[in-house]
Structures are given as structure tokens and as C-alpha cells.
Nanobody, 115 residues
Framework: VQLQASGGGLVEPGGSLRLTCAAS????????MAWYRQAPGSQREEVARITFDRSTNYADSVKGRFTISRDNAKNTVFLQLDSLKPEDTAVYYC??????????WGQGTLVTVSS
């Protein structure tokens, strides 16, 4: 299983980014997909989750600003980050799991929010 995350970068406060995670080596439709993040000196935390049947859940800190979605035809999950704040600065990781397999992790993509 491979999860390839991309789309991170440097953005000013209030800006937007779109993260992409391309999955391979698994039956994508059968997996819940999630984005986690880890800031320096902090524990990894779940940011957003989308289940195999497209139910979504968000951390309180990102509700109303981040949107998770998936394209099962392309084995891809997205995270739209809007109204970014400096405290959103972190390495963002893609995660795949279901009751039988995983969790699987991608390599992470760095998001830096700074003026």
C-alpha cells in the first residue's frame, strides 16, 4: 500500500491550499480515509475523516475551514484548507484504514502558514 501526499507549501494567513493523497495497492472504496497533522513538539492529531460511504468528521479546530472529499474513481482523497491560520502549520499525513487492514500512512506534506 502506498499513500502519496502532495500540495503542501507556504501560504499567508487567510490563504488556501488543497492537499491531495493518491492511494495505490488497496481497494480504495473499502477504506476510510483521513488526514492527520503533526506540528513541531506536538502529537499527531486527526484533522478530518471521510468514511467509505462518505460520512465526514472534523476536528473542532478546523470545522468550517477545512473540507475533506474523495474521488473513488481516481483512488484519491483531498483536503481543502481555507482561512488558514499560523496554528495550522504542520506536516499533514494521509491515512487509510478499515476494520481489517491498516492503518496505512503516507509520507506527509508540510503546510506552513506565515506572513
Amino acid at each position: 500500500v502506498q499513500l502519496q501526499a502532495s500540495g503542501g507549501g507556504l501560504v499567508e494567513p487567510g490563504g488556501s491550499l488543497r492537499l491531495t493523497c493518491a492511494a495505490s495497492g488497496l481497494i480504495f472504496n473499502n477504506y476510510d480515509m483521513a488526514w492527520y497533522r503533526q506540528a513541531p513538539g506536538s502529537q499527531r492529531e486527526e484533522v478530518a475523516r471521510i468514511t467509505f460511504d462518505r460520512s465526514t468528521n472534523y476536528a473542532d479546530s478546523v470545522k468550517g475551514r477545512f473540507t475533506i472529499s474523495r474521488d473513488n474513481a481516481k483512488n484519491t482523497v483531498f483536503l481543502q484548507l481555507d482561512s488558514l491560520k499560523p496554528e495550522d502549520t504542520a506536516v499533514y499525513y494521509c491515512n487509510a484504514q478499515n476494520p481489517w487492514y491498516g492503518p496505512y500512512w503516507g509520507q506527509g506534506t508540510l503546510v506552513t502558514v506565515s506572513s
